[in-house]
């Protein structure tokens, strides 16, 4: 049984300009200690995905179908105290912007020591500062106090990016949702994050879902990979075989996206733009984009087993490269 | 920067303004067109009589002068003499002051503590009949103004359902509580006189509501308001994420940062009050000072002007020093400054 597992997971948001049918149908599963990303361009979908399953959208007029679960129960239908044992405690999460998700009118310390305390891990505050002060040390943060008694817009965001990881893994969860760790700071401190993520990961053996638009990342992240198109996963292997032989016509354009130091073809940014959800394209989602496009291609492609844990949703998986 | 330090450069300015204030009402009141010792006087006294106050007044002299005189009077607690009632402007100010002050503390504390939780009820419940009910409660605050209230809500308590006293500050029966503040509830209270603490808070609930109201409903849609602002923010979904509770969420977590831009409007909508309750005074026939400034202003009583307008503008500033004590303490970044880590 598979540690998560998203099932036909659709999300739509009722607007002013009609149906905003988001998530169409998302597929996944992430096995215990496993590490998997999500790759898609920005709007695809991935946050929404991380948040769904989280139960985040149950504050927004979101209408949620599908099943998602969780060490095989079903996380949509849980009452808010039945979220209290998993959010936080079993599925710990790392929000994108560190700057943006602590609250800027109290201290690290007061947001931490209440992650700890709901997490269940302490009864009082001191104890919880005990937890928490070791737990920045172990996140390589040499003088957990002053982090601790500091304001949020008083840290680098280095080290508040350090403090989400840490409020996120306090409570050794079982599996870590992050949405794109690191990738407001520069690229040393992104790489130092995944480091320490991939570290503190391990030593807990949490699996980690990781969203990210980047495939640098994907590389030396995650294990599996699936790609995500306008709501749709798209195409799902482990990340040896997606790099080195990508099927889906996304998957290649993502890929020839990316700048690379050596040879001498120049990135090829993806022509056009993911559409308005309100008026998604009917069939596969990314035809009015592709290159391969046929008449076939209007009607929702077939998910195609190539064998391997390699899947890919399209018409034309044999296309030529 | 230490909480004294603040209070103390805050202060200094405070009286820079003053100063200046002063300066301005002082040429303003003397600028208005009518000769006061005339108008004190009345058309019956003879011009011996009119040049002779206008000697004790010195208004011969010239401005700059007439303000030393006031100055130096100033520096001995001397407001001068009223025209109108003969008295000494500071004792008049000591007699009537404190039931303005009473009003406007007790007519700010309905708005903050009415006012806030109805906005968090509101934003908490957002679009929810609560929600609808309580905007409507503050959309009607905020449409009416305050002598309209006075009067509709002194019609309806008073003449209809007879619940509370239509006019005045305390009952016949009752003799004012030795004076300690000047305002009655207080006093009482320090006098350990109940049965009078009571009947004065029945005599100040109804022109205190009356001139509450408006900024209630403001308070609310303005706490209503930024709440919802805030509840959209990352680390409000952040702290659901972490299995926050809900209520601690709204009464900590999102209150907080919303606070921050409500305070400051708060600040300016009591000195609002401060405006208003002249007119709920006069429907109130509350003895403040209501009724002292607008004879003084008629009847061009210059030192009773110059003193009404001094003390409402120290009052103004004095709220507006606790307010910017109130938005340091809970926004970090005014009082840490940025960046230290
Ligand atoms: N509360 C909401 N109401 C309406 N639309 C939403 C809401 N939340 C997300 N969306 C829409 O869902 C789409 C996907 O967003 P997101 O998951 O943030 O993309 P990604 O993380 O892949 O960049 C966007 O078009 C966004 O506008
Ligand atoms: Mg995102």
């Known amino acids: 049984m598979a540690l998560l597992e998203t099932t036909d997971l659709h999300v739509r948001f009722e607007l ?56 095989g129960s079903e996380l949509l239908s849980l009452s808010e105290r039945g979220w209290r044992s998993i959010r936080g405690r079993r599925i710990g999460m790392i929000f994108q912007d560190p700057t943006a998700a602590l609250n800027p009118t109290f201290t690290v310390g007061d947001q931490l020591f209440k992650v700890i305390i709901r997490g269940g ?55 870590v949702l992050a949405d794109e760790p690191g990738s407001a700071l520069d690229v040393t401190v992104q790489e130092q994050t995944l480091r320490l993520m991939r570290a503190l990961g391990d030593e807990l053996g949490a699996a980690v879902l990781i969203i990210t638009h980047n495939l640098g990342v994907v590389r030396e992240f995650a294990q599996r990979v699936y790609v995500m198109y306008a709501g749709s996963i798209v195409e799902e292997a482990d990340v040896d075989t997606l790099f080195h032989a990508p099927r889906h016509p996304y998957t290649r354009a993502l890929l020839e996206a990316v700048p690379r130091l050596t040879g001498e073809m120049l990135p090829q940014p993806i022509e056009g733009v993911v559409p308005d959800y309100t008026a998604a394209p009917v069939g596969c989602r990314f035809h009015p984009r592709c290159p391969h496009a046929q008449p076939a291609c209007q009607e929702p492609p077939p998910v195609v087993d190539l064998g391997g844990g390699h899947r890919v949703a399209c018409v034309l998986p044999e296309a030529a490269p | 920067m230490g909480v004294a330090g603040f209070i103390l450069r805050r202060s200094a300015a405070a009286i820079v303004v003053l100063v200046g204030l002063s300066i301005l009402i002082f040429v303003v009141a003397r600028i208005i067109p009518g000769d006061p010792a005339r108008m004190a006087l009345g058309s019956v006294a003879t011009p011996e009589q009119v040049e002779k106050l206008r000697n004790r ?13 006031f100055i130096k009077g100033l520096a001995r607690g001397d407001l001068g003499e009223s025209l109108v009632t003969r008295r ?58 305050s002598f309209v209230w006075a009067v509709f809500l002194m019609l309806l308590l008073s003449f209809v359902l007879g619940l509370l006293p239509v006019a005045g500050r305390l009952s016949e029966a009752f003799d004012p509580p030795p004076m300690v503040s000047g305002m009655y509830t207080l006093d009482a209270l320090i006098a350990g006189q109940w049965r009078a603490f009571w009947d004065a808070i029945q005599h100040l609930i109804l022109p205190a509501l009356a001139l509450a109201l408006a900024g209630m409903g403001q308070a609310a849609r303005l706490t209503r308001t930024n709440m919802a602002e805030v509840y959209g923010r990352q680390y409000i979904e952040m702290a659901r994420a972490f299995a926050f509770r809900e209520h601690e969420i709204a009464l900590k977590y999102a209150l907080r940062p919303a606070m921050i831009p409500t305070l400051t409007i708060l600040g300016l909508d009591f000195a609002v009050m401060l405006g208003n309750a002249f007119l709920v005074e006069a429907v109130f026939v509350w003895p403040g000072m209501a009724k002292y400034g607008v004879f003084a202003i008629l009847r061009k009583d210059l030192n009773a002007i110059v003193g009404t307008v001094l003390v409402i503008g120290a009052m103004f500033l004095i709220v507006n020093i606790i307010v910017d004590m109130l938005t340091a303490y809970i926004n970090p970044q005014i009082r840490l400054g940025r960046r230290v880590a």
């Open chain 2, 57 to 69: 007044l010195h208004l011969d002299e010239s401005l700059p002068i007439q303000y030393w005189e």
């Open chain 1, 16 to 71: 002013f300009e009609g149906m905003s049918h988001v998530l169409n149908g998302v597929n996944l599963k992430v096995e215990r200690g496993e590490r998997v990303a999500v790759v898609g361009e920005s709007g695809c979908g991935k946050s929404l995905t991380a948040r769904a399953v989280l139960g985040l959208l149950r504050h927004t007029n979101a209408q949620i179908d599908g099943s998602v679960r969780f060490d």
């Open chain 2, 88 to 145: 000494s402007v500071s004792l008049d100010l000591i007699d009537t002051f404190p039931a303005t002050l009473e009003l406007v503390l007790a007519a700010g504390l309905i708005m903050v503590l009415v006012g806030v939780p109805l906005g968090i009820i509101a934003a908490r419940y957002r679009d929810t009949a609560v929600d609808n009910v309580a905007r409507l409660f503050a959309l009607l605050g905020v449409v009416t103004p």
């Open chain 1, 121 to 175: 891990r302490a009864r009082t505050k001191r104890r919880a500062r005990e937890i928490a002060r070791e737990a920045l040390r172990h996140t390589a943060i040499a003088d957990p106090d002053r982090v601790l008694n500091a304001y949020p817009f008083q840290l680098s965001g280095g080290l508040a990016q350090r403090v989400l990881i840490t409020m996120a893994l306090v409570n050794e969860p079982e599996l």
